[in-house]
């Protein structure tokens, strides 16, 4: 099933990657990060799953399709036919490569109890990496005043 | 809580501005961002005061006795970062009140400048690499928006080539830092630096691409010609001053120099891609009519002297490296908001559109002349005297080619950027250009006062090396124990 999953998850990312046409892109990235978020889950990594699927599945995905609405993207496309060939090629290397990492890793550990987790993951964000939190206030600020920039530049031309 | 100020502060004013636009669209914007960045030079300075001239200094922050966790570190590299990065950022916030109303909301630029330059403190501020990661992947996305500033079509595509390049060099940086992590199971410089066989060569491969394609050393540095070219003239004054000095040239020090420790192979591959950068980029140059096409060529190759300097490893070569460090932010900041002062002029930064612009613009004129005598190290300006010791430190090493090397694209420098200065300055004075007149108040200040810091800190370059740069450079040679002797103060 995993390995389901992760073929599942590069596939949808590489044509996320190769297609032309905008919205369709942005559907397979979105179907991409939901194989990705229940992945995390099944590795028993709910925090992961959650912001994986809400932020990057959710909320990224909402976003690309504004722009591209805005933007006027939803053109019809020739997709190039060197696409599939690259793909299947940078396809299969990474099938490889994955699968002989899982073949080396050996045996999963132990899950940790969920109660663990959520004390542990709230611990390290507040108690160990509160300047990460800034960080990451300053990327999300840094993104929302490009978007206005860009919305804003839109308005401004029409 | 005072180290706090250089992040805080300008991130609280970005979140305050978009919501004041509405009451005041020019003077408070104009005012708050201005105000801001003359409280971060303040605040360098009194830091630099402050800060007993050695030792680094990891603080946690508190907040009415209790701990806020926020750890920050500041030793003699940050503080002269600090004090770069402000100097620079006041320059550009002044350029900015009279250059930004072609681009758009005024309250939005100004709060991408701020979360730019409160993100830039971040990385130079960190205590831990993963934490440095985050503020050089804020920095980037503020420096996409406002290469996107530009309202044309090569803007868009300018902005969208640097997002995938950079896109790559993070990648690059964060696959390095997940494989220390995975030999110590630490991110923080301090425990990696303790760490035992914390080496990998794959993480200091991806290190070497990651931040070379930051600082667009040759052959990394692709993308910088176009994004400068595309954006309006701010973004690549504050990306070629303070961007690339960090997320690059700072990061490849902090990493190098304090996590790993400089080893005769990675002195080597710096030395390697500081000669080829020196020679490519003043080539490159060579052949350029756009103003700022010109100008990033130009900082590939400038860029390329400080890492030749820091890669020599040796105590001049290492001063040479960052007094160029600072003294390259200066002039080619100068430069630039010189090419952006002639394209508000004028229209374009076309050099071939243009010529004897130096009746019409005289004070854009003059301070360009300081600009460029100090790339090429014309003495007695800052430019000189750094590259004076690069040379120095690579005879004294006995690596004489190279030396020649320096001196020879340092001569090519001159010869580019005087012609660029012929083609626009001199000569008679275009038809189409009669009607152009001198740049407004602000951008004028701006350029005059980088130009009074670039003979400034040329005539006073001793005891500016010995206050600001030998400092930093002692936490360089220190290496590893620059990051094992760190005091903790506060929790």
């Known amino acids: 099933m995993t390995a389901f999953l992760l073929a599942g998850t590069m596939v949808f990312a590489a044509l996320a990657v190769f297609l032309k046409d905008m919205l369709k892109a942005v559907i397979c990235l979105l179907i991409s990060s939901v194989f990705l978020g229940i992945i995390f889950f099944r590795l028993n990594a709910p925090f992961a799953g959650v912001f994986e699927i809400s932020v990057v599945a959710g909320l990224i995905v909402v976003l690309f399709i504004l722009t591209i609405s805005l933007t006027g993207g939803q053109k019809s496309f020739v997709e190039p036919s060197i696409s599939l060939p690259i793909f299947l090629v940078l396809f299969f290397i990474f099938s490889y490569v994955l699968f002989v990492g899982i073949f080396r890793s050996g045996p999963a550990e132990e899950p940790v109890s969920m109660v663990e987790e959520y004390s542990k993951i709230g611990e390290v964000l507040w108690m160990g990496r509160a300047l990460d939190t800034v960080g990451q206030i300053s990327v999300i600020f840094a993104g929302v005043f490009v978007l206005l920039c860009v919305v804003g530049r839109k308005r401004d031309d029409k | ?491």
């Open chain 2, 1 to 491: 809580m005072f180290l706090f100020i250089f992040i805080g502060v300008p991130l609280a004013i970005a979140g305050f501005l978009p919501l004041i636009s509405r009451v005041s669209r020019r003077l408070l914007p104009d005012f708050l961002s201005n105000l801001c960045f003359v409280l971060l030079l303040a605040a360098s300075v009194s830091i630099f005061n402050l800060w007993p001239g050695a030792g680094r200094f990891s603080h946690n922050l508190q907040w009415f006795g209790s701990n806020l966790n926020l750890a920050l570190a500041l030793d003699g590299l940050n503080v002269l970062m600090l004090f770069t990065v402000s100097v620079v950022s006041l320059a550009v916030g002044l350029f900015s009140i009279n250059y930004i109303d072609r681009y758009g909301s005024r309250a939005i630029y100004y709060a991408i400048l701020l979360v730019l330059v409160a993100s830039i403190n971040g990385i130079i501020l960190a205590t831990d690499l993963f934490t440095m990661y985050i503020f050089i992947e804020a920095a980037g996305i503020a420096s996409y928006g406002l290469v996107a500033l530009g309202r044309t079509r090569n803007s868009t595509e300018g902005a969208f080539k640097y997002l995938i390049l950079s896109g790559v060099a993070s990648s690059f940086i964060l696959s390095g830092i997940a494989l220390i992590f995975i030999k110590t199971g630490t991110t923080g410089i301090r425990e990696i630096s303790m760490a035992k066989n914390s080496i990998t060569e794959l993480s200091l491969i991806l290190f070497i691409a990651g931040f070379g394609l930051k600082c667009a050393l040759v052959p990394f540095h692709f993308w910088m010609p176009d994004a400068y070219t595309a954006a309006p003239a701010v973004m690549p004054a504050m990306s070629s001053g303070i961007f690339v000095k960090t997320a690059g040239v700072y990061a490849i020090c902090r990493v190098f120099f304090n996590v790993y420790g400089l080893t005769p192979a990675v002195s080597s591959v710096m030395v390697y891609l500081g000669v080829i950068s020196i020679l490519a980029g003043a080539f490159l140059a060579l052949g350029q009519t756009r103003l700022r096409r010109m100008l990033a060529y130009s900082s590939i190759s400038q860029v390329g002297y400080i890492i030749l300097g820091l890669g020599i490893g040796t105590p001049l070569g290492i001063i040479g490296g960052l007094l160029h460090l600072f003294y390259h932010s200066i002039f080619k900041t100068l430069l630039f908001l010189n090419a952006g002062a002639v394209e508000y002029a004028t229209g374009t930064d076309e050099s071939v559109d243009l010529g004897g612009l130096g009746g019409r613009l005289p004070f854009s004129s003059g301070t360009n002349i300081i600009g460029l005598l100090s790339a090429a190290g014309v003495p007695p300006l800052n430019g000189f005297w750094s590259k004076l010791i690069i040379v120095i430190a690579l005879i004294q090493v006995k690596m004489f080619l190279y030396a020649f090397i320096a001196i020879f694209a340092s001569v090519v420098t001159l010869w580019y950027l005087l012609l660029i200065q012929r083609r626009v300055f001199f000569g008679k004075l275009k038809e189409s250009l009669k009607q152009v007149v001198e740049v407004p108040f602000w951008m004028t200040f701006s350029m005059a006062a980088l130009a009074f810091v670039c003979v400034w800190t040329g005539v006073v370059f001793a005891s500016f090396i010995s206050e600001w740069v030998l400092p930093a450079a002692t936490v360089l040679l220190d290496g590893l124990k620059s990051s094992l002797n760190t005091f903790m103060i506060g929790g």
